[in-house]
């Protein structure tokens, strides 16, 4: 059992920053891989950034490729998301997920086991 608990979302202006942080309980984190969605009203989920069990491989939506950042810590049992030169269309809610082993870079949201909460992060133009 995994348990994912986002923080750091918040209202911050075009260009700006901010990093989500995903906290996991459970001792078996390190066999999960991650991802980052997102969903803004009226559309469907969908991966952002994507990291697999080891850390080793990373996957970014063009959307989002060169402005996000994607990181794992597994002692800490914590992954991050470092958002950069945020856009007024990068406000959405961010949730994290975790699926066994699975491949970073895996779009569909129904292969993930266990889901956070989910954060607002709201970019003004």
């Known amino acids: 059992q995994v348990q994912l608990v986002e923080s750091g979302g918040g209202l911050v202006q075009a260009g700006g920053s901010l990093r989500l942080s995903c906290a996991a309980s459970?001792?078996?984190?390190?066999?999960?891989?991650m991802g980052w969605f997102r969903q803004a009203p009226g559309k469907e989920r969908e991966l952002v950034s994507g990291?697999?069990?080891?850390?080793?491989?990373?996957y970014y939506a063009d959307s989002v490729k060169g402005r996000f950042t994607i990181s794992r810590d597994n002692r800490q049992k914590t992954v991050y998301l470092q958002m950069n030169s945020l856009k007024p269309e990068d406000t959405a809610v961010y949730y994290c997920a975790a699926g066994w082993y699975i491949v970073a870079g895996t779009r569909d949201p129904g292969r993930y086991d266990y889901w956070g909460q989910g954060t607002q992060a709201t970019v003004s133009s």
């Open positions: 459970g001792r078996t984190f390190s066999s999960y891989g």
């Open positions: 990291i697999s069990w080891s850390g080793g491989a990373t």
